[in-house]
């Protein structure tokens, strides 16, 4: 079965750090661009960070920029998500995803991305 399985989740105070990962099983992800996305209750679903399949690109949303670092392991095929200066507002699901396979380049658009995990859930309490 292929799929990707996020873990490092939890519950941290203001000001805390996460460390998020992502592992793949089934199937090599490792020349896929990957990107992590959250779900706060009642929102949607939006970007958070992304990283090209080589590792050399990132990209990252406004609000997590300079706190947030996305990076990968491509010989364990694991996506990384380091959360520092954690926010009450970061509180949500966190869920990875891979999809697309052009070198150099990594994607914000939920649609560029073939495959998701479950998600983990990430609670800031303040």
């Known amino acids: 079965q292929v799929q990707l399985v996020e873990s490092g989740g939890g519950l941290v105070q203001a000001g805390g750090s996460l460390r998020l990962s992502c592992a793949a099983s089934?199937?090599?992800?490792?020349?896929?661009?990957k990107g992590w996305f959250r779900q706060a209750p009642g929102k949607e679903r939006e970007f958070v960070a992304a990283?090209?399949?080589?590792?050399?690109?990132?990209g990252y949303s406004d609000s997590v920029k300079g706190r947030f670092t996305i990076s990968r392991d491509n010989a364990k095929d694991i996506l990384y998500l380091q959360m520092n200066s954690l926010k009450p507002e970061d509180t949500a699901v966190y869920y990875c995803?891979?999809?697309?396979?052009?070198?150099?380049?990594?994607?914000?658009?939920?649609?560029?991305?073939?495959?998701w995990g479950q998600g983990t859930q990430v609670t800031v309490s303040s």
């Open positions: 995803a891979a999809g697309g396979v052009a070198y150099g380049v990594w994607y914000r658009a939920e649609e560029r991305y073939d495959y």
């Open positions: 089934g199937r090599t992800f490792s020349n896929y661009a």
């Open positions: 990283i090209s399949w080589g590792g050399a690109n990132t």
